[in-house]
């Protein structure tokens, strides 16, 4: 049975979940959507010199533009989400900036981006060629009531920045409006875990995924699972709030995947696992995310 494709252009875009949007158009559980996104400026940068005329009217409300949202038919307040990523096309080339304020640099007094062209799996910086690895930044569905920018994280999603959000994985949201309203945006052809300078290789990209919803209720967090992990993401002021919430977060599905005591579950992840910063750049609530290998068959 051939599977509904649903095309999503980037000109349907947002800048906050809330739950009164209008959705862009509505899919049933099992469809594939193919959303075009903008780059983190809204596809302003195309030389380093837009940077000055781009950061002269820079709203920090207004970036990190994710495509949508869409409504999935069926999706009820307090099931969950499973969005599938099924691929990611990126651009012909991508930007990097920093300025100052980043949290983790402190020699920084002005502002800088280079362009990045993309050729094949590689991107080219410095006179070197890198591998890329392309993941999508902002993810979401939207709050039952008030407003999540696309720029912060959030328990329903948005501003992630997770580098496990990637073709073949698994991400879970929870629904709180009628419908879920998904979105999503922010596509890097590379990031480093803890973004430090505020951007990764910021891209236009289409991504392909699948819908589906799960009716056996919400974890109320977002988490991510593959093929060989599965991974619990949180948000918070500081990195130690955020460490530590990913971290019993991972308890909890650990608990539930594989019959896992809290201190067990503890014992395995200090084994086994890894605890990651998503994105430290400063301005925002720090995002992290922590991981576990699914077990060895026999």
Same mark, same amino acid.
């Given at each position: 049975?051939?599977?509904?494709?649903?095309?999503?252009?980037?000109?349907?875009?947002?800048?906050?979940?809330? %739950? @009164?949007?209008?959705?862009?158009? #509505?899919?049933?559980?099992?469809?594939?959507?193919?959303?075009?996104?903008? =780059?983190?400026?809204?596809? &302003?940068i195309?030389? $380093?010199?837009?940077?000055?005329?781009?950061?002269? /009217?820079?709203? &920090?409300?207004?970036?990190?533009?994710?495509?949508? %949202?869409? &409504?999935?038919?069926?999706?009820?307040?307090? =099931?969950?989400?499973?969005?599938?990523?099924?691929? *990611?096309?990126?651009?012909?080339?991508?930007? /990097?900036?920093?300025? %100052?304020?980043?949290?983790?640099?402190?020699r920084?007094?002005?502002?800088?981006?280079?362009?990045?062209?993309?050729? @094949?799996?590689?991107?080219?910086?410095?006179?070197?060629?890198?591998?890329?690895?392309?993941?999508?930044?902002?993810? @979401?569905?939207?709050?039952a009531?008030?407003?999540?920018?696309?720029?912060?994280?959030?328990?329903?999603?948005?501003?992630?920045?997770?580098?496990?959000?990637?073709?073949?994985?698994?991400?879970?949201?929870?629904?709180?409006?009628?419908g879920?309203?998904?979105?999503?945006?922010?596509?890097? $052809?590379?990031?480093?875990?803890?973004? +430090?300078?505020?951007?990764? +290789?910021?891209?236009?990209? #289409?991504?392909?995924?699948?819908?589906?919803?799960?009716?056996?209720?919400?974890h109320?967090?977002?988490? /991510?699972?593959? =093929?060989?992990? *599965?991974?619990?993401?949180?948000?918070?002021?500081? *990195? =130690?709030v955020?460490?530590?919430?990913?971290?019993?977060?991972?308890?909890?599905?650990?608990?539930?995947?594989?019959?896992?005591?809290? +201190?067990a $579950?503890?014992?395995? +992840?200090?084994?086994?696992?890894?605890?990651?910063? @998503?994105?430290?750049?400063?301005?925002?609530?720090?995002?992290?995310? $922590?991981?576990?290998?699914?077990?060895?068959?026999?």
């Open positions: 049975m051939e599977v509904p494709l649903q095309r999503i252009w980037r000109e349907h875009f947002i800048y906050a979940f809330t %739950p @009164g949007l209008d959705p862009v158009c #509505e899919v049933a559980p099992g469809s594939q959507i193919l959303f075009e996104t903008h =780059d983190a400026s809204t596809g &302003r195309h030389h $380093a010199d837009d940077l000055e005329p781009y950061l002269a /009217v820079r709203d &920090r409300r207004r970036v990190n533009p994710a495509t949508g %949202p869409v &409504r999935v038919v069926g999706s009820r307040t307090g =099931d969950e989400l499973v969005v599938t990523i099924e691929r *990611i096309d990126i651009g012909p080339r991508g930007y /990097v900036r920093v300025g %100052p304020g980043s949290a983790l640099v402190d920084v007094d002005e502002h800088q981006a280079v362009i990045v062209p993309i050729v @094949g799996d590689r991107f080219l910086m410095g006179g070197h060629r890198f591998p890329i690895r392309p993941m999508v930044g902002v993810i @979401g569905t939207a709050p009531r008030g407003e999540l920018l696309t720029a912060a994280p959030g328990d329903h999603g948005s501003n992630l920045d997770c580098n496990e959000i990637r073709s073949g994985a698994r991400v879970h949201l929870p629904v709180a409006v009628e879920a309203l998904l979105a999503l945006g922010d596509v890097h $052809a590379s990031m480093g875990d803890a973004e +430090i300078s505020g951007t990764g +290789i910021e891209i236009g990209a #289409e991504v392909l995924v699948r819908v589906e919803s799960l009716f056996c209720g919400s109320g967090f977002p988490w /991510v699972e593959s =093929d060989d992990r *599965i991974v619990a993401i949180a948000h918070g002021p500081t *990195i =130690d955020a460490l530590t919430t990913a971290t019993a977060r991972l308890v909890q599905l650990l608990g539930e995947q594989y019959g896992f005591g809290r +201190i $579950a503890t014992m395995a +992840i200090s084994a086994a696992g890894d605890i990651r910063v @998503g994105q430290y750049c400063g301005g925002m609530d720090v995002t992290a995310y $922590a991981s576990f290998p699914r077990p060895l068959p026999g």
